[in-house]
């Protein structure tokens, strides 16, 4: 499975757009890209997934580069309820989702 | 709220003592897996069950064992405890394992 690479920490204005970078250079070529949230000590919540184009849904829009070397998250209108860890994990098929240390996104009033 | 629910919410156990916690999957969902959260940590996978057989093993010893029963809920078990074991421990339900996975709100573990 490809490794990831996120920032450790992101602050974001209420109301802006949060974007959230990760990078997963060795991803092949039939893994997806999932993206999860864990608000503090509930269960992981997933956000969107996607393999190489573009996705949105009603929580998020995930942007995948063309040699899908590198995704961003994008929360379009943060909320304070956003704060949470994001996690960026590539995975394919059946296999189990290997979890990093993920993004803490902290929204400010 | 996702339709996986996880039992207890909280445990307390002692050192070597036994342990077993018990999710419901989503309905329709075939695919359990077991994942353990140390604090401050992403969630590890523990192993994954499909259709009653497993299906994929992490690096945890064989004192970590598991169970799908026919309505694909799912126990995990704990033998010998030791304080490490100490985490908060989280199911996922999926269909045929494939796509989104949908996580419970989580099993609390403390050994003393």
């Known amino acids: 499975d490809a490794k990831t690479t996120q920032p450790t920490s992101m602050d974001c204005a209420e109301g802006r757009a949060a974007n959230l970078p990760c990078n997963h250079s060795t991803i092949s070529g039939n893994e997806y890209v999932y993206w999860y949230r864990q608000i503090h000590s509930q269960g992981p919540q997933y956000i969107i997934h996607?393999?190489?184009n573009n996705e949105t849904n009603e929580m998020a829009s995930l942007i995948i580069t063309e040699d899908r070397k590198s995704s961003t998250l994008i929360l379009p209108h943060a909320t304070l309820r956003d704060t949470a860890v994001y996690y960026c994990i590539p995975r394919a098929g059946q296999n189990q989702f290997y979890f990093g240390t993920g993004t803490s996104l902290t929204v400010i009033p | 709220e996702t339709g996986v629910t996880q039992s207890p919410t909280h445990l307390i156990k002692t050192r070597g003592q036994q342990v077993t916690l018990r999710c419901s999957s989503q309905s329709g969902h075939n695919t359990v897996s077991w994942y353990q959260q140390a604090l401050g940590q992403g969630p590890q996978f523990i192993f994954q069950y499909y259709r009653e057989e497993e299906n994929g093993r992490g690096n945890f010893p064989p004192r970590f064992s598991g169970l799908q029963f026919p309505n694909y809920s799912s126990e995990l078990n704990v033998n010998a405890l030791e304080l490490d074991d100490s985490a908060l421990y989280l199911c996922?339900?999926?269909?045929?394992?494939?796509?989104?996975?949908?996580f419970g709100q989580g099993t609390r573990l403390t050994v003393v």
């Open positions: 996922a339900s999926s269909l045929e394992g494939w796509g989104e996975a949908f």
């Open positions: 996607g393999l190489k």
